[in-house]
């Protein structure tokens, strides 16, 4: 498609502004150095005398000094954030412009030849309607902007809410610090902005010391990062991000406000609809297992409800450490067989130490049958016909794994303190006092075989609890595959007492204490049991 000569005036516009901005930084350098010849001429030669005069203006040599080392830094910085713009600016005009001429030629050449209708080529009546369209786009775009701009107007100063829960809190931040109240896996109040926040904070920065920086008549105290008293911003799905920032000002508790506003962008397609059909598409359930024959036959209770009797295209992958426990083992699975008619299952063992890692690693090495989709489960999970949806729809070969984030149970013995237990079905439901998202375990994983060998699969030599499967997770997110990490309302991690053995690593008996000390209950429930021993101490 021909480009229109706006188009390609605004683009050189755009590479022009970035050049000026480049020289800007450049002149900031140059009026910079001259503050402090002007700071020492405002000196009052009549009140001090030659000394302190001298200790004086030392001082303030210094200290003007280093905030000129501090400046200089800053504007290096956005020299070269300006320079990578520029550099981007450059080539994208550069690819437009050969586009522009190819397509010229094309359109030329087709000029040239003689039209069906009217002795006028396709592509020249088509022309004006793509230029048309594409300014229609241009012009939505701006509308929808200037819409959200005026909702959010609108809004203030506090949209209308039903109640304490509808209201959006901000997140305070700082000039390396944020503080939310949403705080993720790290289960940090305060940290440093990393990934996407990163380049968020810097973008928000380096956009608000400019803007006041234009308008600053006082050349002598330009406006820098450390000059950010109190940052605030707030996410509204609908709308957009709010930021307001303060800074402060050579005049002490008088400051500089500015508020910004990064607002969303129309809905639109991504990418064609396409068809995901997983009929045919069966999963092999992979679980090490050792001993806990109690819970493998609760277990294989479910399994049957939810996989040989609904879902019907599930495998099943056992691979058993030790001879305690195996033939037992070994009949419930072939009991359960013969009673279902069910003979998609394998029974496989392994000697030595229980290793996790192992014993997974083992039993995808055990299918030989293509390239399967593999669910990696545990004794103590339990799940319905929906979580294997899901199973199947986030997971394709070479392109997506699928980790589940799990609903853990509390124990129930606290849960359900002032009545009896239910049985373990009537326990699956999503309360708060009944458990909690497991975000810090990666254990439950779909993915296909040829993946888990293309990133090197399990690290073998990690034995005991815990570890191998937060290496595997890494490695997918280093790689080309996309890993798709969710809430899945299907899958729970039933509640089971936990032993951290002494002899662990550091780091896995760090983990699994941490675990331990999570899955017990809630933090009310916690408070009330511990209140509840100090005051019949008391009474006593």
């Known amino acids: 498609m021909k480009l229109s000569y706006t188009t390609l005036t605004k683009i050189a516009v755009g ?59 800053r504007l290096k910085d956005e020299a070269r954030d300006l320079q990578e713009q520029l550099d981007v600016k450059q080539t994208l005009l550069r690819k437009l412009v050969s586009d522009s001429s190819n397509c010229g030629k094309t359109d030329q050449s087709a000029a040239d030849k003689p039209s069906p209708i009217g002795g006028k080529t396709q592509s020249a009546q088509q022309a004006p309607s793509q230029r048309q369209s594409a300014d229609e786009r241009e012009n939505k775009a701006r509308d929808f902007v200037i819409t959200q701009e005026e909702l959010l107007r609108k809004s203030k100063p506090q949209t209308k809410v039903r109640n304490e829960y509808e209201v ?32 968020e904070h810097k973008e928000v920065l380096t956009l608000a ?29 609908t709308q957009g991000t709010s930021y307001e920032l303060f800074f402060r000002t050579k005049t002490k508790q008088v400051y500089k406000h500015l508020e910004l506003f990064r607002p969303f962008a129309p809905i639109h397609r991504l990418s064609n609809s396409d068809v995901v059909d997983y009929s045919h598409e069966w999963i092999n359930v992979i679980m ?53 008619h069910y003979r998609n299952y394998k029974f496989l063992t392994q000697t030595g130490i229980f290793s996790r890692g192992r014993g997974l690693l083992h039993g995808a090495e055990q299918w030989e049958q293509g390239n399967v989709l593999m669910f990696f489960c545990d ?17 394709r070969p070479g392109k997506k794994v699928y980790y589940p984030v799990v609903f853990s149970l509390y124990n129930p013995a606290i849960v359900y303190a002032d009545k009896r237990v239910p049985p373990e079905r009537d326990q699956l439901v999503m309360r708060r006092d009944s458990g909690f998202w497991r975000d810090f375990g990666f254990g439950m994983a779909c993915q296909y075989r040829d993946d888990f060998f293309t990133v090197k699969g399990f690290d073998t030599s990690i034995e005991g609890w815990g570890g191998e499967d937060v290496q595997l997770y890494r490695k997918y997110i280093r790689s080309n595959i996309q890993t798709i990490r969710a809430v899945d309302r299907g899958i729970y991690h039933l509640y089971h007492e936990k032993y951290c053995d002494p002899s662990l690593s550091k780091e896995q008996y760090k983990m699994c204490v941490g675990s331990k000390a999570l899955s017990e209950a809630s933090h009310s429930q916690l408070g009330l049991l511990a209140f509840k021993s100090s005051h019949e101490s008391n009474t006593r």
């Open 288 to 340: 090490p297992l050792q001993g806990r024959l109690d819970k493998f036959k609760a277990f294989m209770e479910m399994f049957v409800d939810m996989c040989i009797k609904q879902d019907k295209r599930v495998f099943l992958t056992i691979v058993y450490f030790g001879e305690e426990g195996q033939e037992e083992a070994r009949t419930i699975l072939e009991t359960i067989s013969k009673a279902n």
């Open 209 to 237: 010391v400019k803007l006041l920086n234009d308008e600053n008549t006082d050349s002598t105290f330009p406006v820098t990062f450390s000059d950010l008293v109190e940052g605030y911003s707030r996410l509204d799905r």
């Open 379 to 395: 004794v103590d999970i339990a799940f319905d016909t929906g979580f294997l949806d899901r199973c199947r729809l986030n997971s």
């Open 168 to 199: 959006i809190p901000w997140d305070s931040f700082t000039q390396d610090r944020i503080y939310h109240i949403e705080d993720g896996l790290a289960k940090r109040p305060e940290e440093r902005p990393i990934g996407d926040r990163k380049w």
């Open 15 to 73: 590479t022009v502004f970035v050049l000026l901005g480049v020289h800007f930084v450049l002149k900031s350098v140059k009026v910079d150095s001259g503050r402090v010849g002007r700071s020492l001429e405002s000196t009052d030669d009549d009140v001090l005398d030659c000394d302190e005069r001298t200790d004086y203006l030392m001082n303030l040599l210094k200290t003007r000094e280093d905030q000129h080392k501090k400046d200089m830094q």
